[in-house]
């Protein structure tokens, strides 16, 4: 029969493993094919603009001039994070092969270049994770040049692959170190200028921008488009040189101001994007052909350096900015909200204060107002007015009693705080408090972590909030049949460095609108000496470093619990 | 002594139910104590009693629970309100109603006296109409 069992369970098992299995083996079939649309479209993509800056051509090297095809590759490996890796590399080599072979350059050197090519977006991409993990993002400066710094190592290193590739299969004239320098600079500004829009759009991916940021910020890349085809169109004068800035420079400074960097990176990428074609078929100012190439194409270079360092240094700088002044209106906010609990905290506790004094004060009228009437009578009950005015004086000692259970609590500066144990209170409460469950038929369970660490705190403070909690689940079960009423008290671990307390009752409940405010609103009970609203057991507690919420359990009462640090406790009670 | 009025005193504080108790009996009254309202309600006392006196402040139902339960009854009683905490919210809440009458604690003989006495003559009237 065992054997029996045995075997349905093996079965089982195995049925049950070969399905995770398949859904494993689906798992990484799909993980494949997306690697592979991803390689596939990065490889487009870069063979797409390979295509376009192998239409320019640095003479006599034959380097291209500028490579934006570089910031695809890295900006959507920064983006997508370290698991793309393989995939977007491939995308790198597959887009640099077609574009190369279509061009003037042989097998061998395609092959050089495409291993540089996918090795230079590895490079950047490696260190930007290595400097700040992943989650990349530009809205912080030290981020920004972090980019520009990684955007200049990559392309350093590929560029020694690039230049011996030249030397090797296409035997310029020209040095190794200028062919180097050319690659060098051509793929920094190609990341500089494409990176930041994919870095930045995986960015707005993860946390959406607002409707209204949108809307703003697609209209202000709009308006940037229009006036860059109104800058081309101008006809090319000595006076053009300073109106493309004059025009787009407020464009870029109202996108760094207002929106998050993906969108100031995108109006700068239309930027030098636009300058790029321009230079390349001859259009425009930076077509200019009166200029010589060589200075035609320094000085687009130097533009597109400054317009990509320019708006996205700015724009980072604008974001932590924002940032700041969101920090500053949160903690204000919180600083406000801390002072309105205090102040709320002052008010229930001269309401319980008064409230509790007011008991025995109502006690002493009453009773002696009851002695006078009985001595006055014809004839004098004697006996009457003599209980009367006994009632009157254990009123008054309640009264001293309440007052000397406050200095307890507010302590007068020199008590200080001991190493306690909440299981050993709990118990002493519990022990202390045992007549008074029997009176009123309360089942009391426990169930105390065995082990449970010390935590620094005040004893008397600690053994009031338990004897508050403890009278206040009493009393809540008093409308309830006596054979149900049940007290739970519970103590845990609650992980290294918290415990809790839970005290369960089998009362009538808090009800939902009440839950909130029990802790603010006065909200009482009343016994013998000293009683606590639960407000001054709230700031007891949160006085420990600790805190005490209240909900509704399971068995339709009421559920405390107190959560304590373990090793560190506040001394403000004593400050 | 037996045709007195007997007034039903309620608090869940033992000590004040017990010293109001004893100051309304020593004016001539008879008295029942109770610690709670569910107590009061689920006593057969209800008939007997010509007005009520209770604490607004309670664990389980409050004095104002109390008040809306009577009415919701059709018990004519009238309730005097005792609260430590005379706050704007109880006062306007019990001014809206025509059965209570909130008084502050302590309260003495004198208050207690005018109190009552407004309490058992308009019930009288009630009666009588």
Redesign the interface.
């Known amino acids: 029969m065992r054997d029996i069992t045995h075997a349905i369970g093996g079965a089982y098992l195995s049925a049950h493993g070969s399905r995770r299995w398949r859904q494993l083996g689906l798992h990484l079939a799909y993980n494949w094919l997306a690697g592979i649309g991803l390689a596939i479209a990065v490889g487009s993509a870069y063979f797409l603009v390979a295509r376009l800056s192998l239409g320019l051509l640095m003479k006599p090297d034959g380097v291209a001039v500028f490579w934006p095809a570089a910031g695809i590759s890295s900006g959507v490996l920064i983006a997508l994070g370290s698991r793309a890796r393989a995939f977007v590399a491939l995308g790198a080599v597959i887009g640099t092969i077609p574009a190369n072979l279509l061009g003037d350059r042989d097998f061998w050197a395609t092959a050089v270049f495409a291993l540089s090519n996918a090795g230079e977006a590895l490079i950047t991409a490696a260190l930007i994770q290595r400097w700040f993990g992943a989650g990349f993002n530009l809205n912080r400066l030290r981020n920004v040049l972090g980019l520009f710094a990684a955007a200049a190592v990559g392309p350093a290193v590929s560029g020694i692959g690039g230049a011996i590739g030249y030397k090797l299969f296409h035997s310029p004239t020209v040095p190794m170190l200028t062919t180097w320098l050319h690659w060098f600079i051509s793929d920094t500004l190609g990341i500089i200028a494409v990176a930041p829009v994919l870095i930045g759009v995986a960015a707005a991916v993860r946390e959406p921008p607002r409707r209204s940021e949108l809307f703003e910020s697609f209209l202000v890349l709009a308006l940037l488009a229009a006036m860059m085809g109104f800058i081309i169109s101008l006809p090319v004068e000595p006076w053009q040189t300073i109106v493309p800035g004059a025009l787009l420079f407020p464009m870029l400074l109202w996108l760094a101001a207002r929106s998050r960097p993906v969108f100031t990176a995108a109006g700068a990428f239309m930027v030098c994007f636009t300058i790029v074609w321009t230079v390349i078929f001859g259009i425009g100012h930076f077509g200019d052909p009166s200029l010589a190439m060589s200075d035609r194409i320094f000085q687009a270079q130097a533009i597109i350096l400054a317009v990509a360092l320019g708006s996205l240094v700015l724009a980072a700088l604008f974001s932590e900015r924002r940032d700041a002044e969101e920090r500053l209106v949160h903690s204000n906010a919180l600083l406000k909200r801390e002072r309105d609990n205090k102040l709320t905290n002052a008010q229930a506790i001269a309401a319980a204060i008064a409230h509790e004094l007011k008991q025995p004060l109502t006690g002493i009228v009453a009773s002696s107002d009851a002695a006078q009437r009985f001595l006055g009578a014809i004839p004098p009950n004697l006996e009457r007015a003599r209980t009367a005015l006994e009632k009157v004086a254990s009123a008054g000692c309640r009264a001293g009693d309440m007052l000397d259970g406050l200095r307890t609590m507010f302590g007068n500066g020199t008590q200080e705080a001991q190493l306690v144990s909440v299981n050993e209170i709990i118990q002493e409460i519990l022990h202390s408090l045992q007549n008074e469950f029997k009176k009123h038929g309360v089942a009391v369970h426990t169930d105390l972590r065995t082990l449970l660490p010390d935590i620094r705190g005040y004893r008397s403070q600690l053994q009031e909030v338990m004897t508050n909690l403890f009278i206040n689940a009493n009393e809540a079960m008093s409308s309830i049949a006596r054979q149900n009423r049940l007290l739970c008290v519970q103590t845990r671990f609650r992980d290294a460095e918290t415990l809790s307390v839970t005290v369960d009752d089998s009362g009538p409940g808090i009800g939902a609108d009440r839950l909130s405010s029990i802790f603010n609103a006065f909200f009482t009970t009343k016994r013998h000496g000293m009683g606590l609203g639960l407000a001054i057991c709230r700031m007891i507690i949160e006085q420990h470093g600790g805190e005490l919420t209240a909900s509704s359990n399971g068995m339709g009462g009421a559920s405390f619990r107190i959560v304590l640090p373990i090793v560190a406790a506040t001394s403000e009670s004593t400050a | 002594m037996s045709d007195a009025p007997t007034i039903s005193i309620i608090d869940?504080?033992e000590?004040?139910r017990?010293?109001?108790q004893?100051?309304v009996?020593?004016?001539g009254y008879a008295t029942i104590g109770f610690?709670?309202a569910?107590e009061f309600i689920n006593s057969n006392r209800i008939c007997d009693t010509s007005c009520l006196i209770a604490d607004v402040?309670?664990?389980?139902?409050s004095g104002f629970d109390l008040h809306d339960w009577l009415i919701r009854n059709l018990h004519p009683i009238p309730l005097i309100l005792?609260t430590?905490?005379p706050?704007e919210r109880f006062k306007a809440r019990a001014s809206k109603s025509i059965a209570a009458d909130l008084q502050s604690?302590?309260?003495?003989?004198?208050r207690?006296m005018v109190c009552l006495e407004r309490a058992l003559n308009g019930l009288v009237k009630q009666a009588a109409g």
Do not use: Y
């Open positions: 869940d504080d000590f004040v017990d010293a109001l004893t100051l009996e020593s004016v610690s709670s569910e402040q309670m664990s389980g139902m005792l430590g905490l706050t604690k302590p309260i003495g003989l004198e207690l």
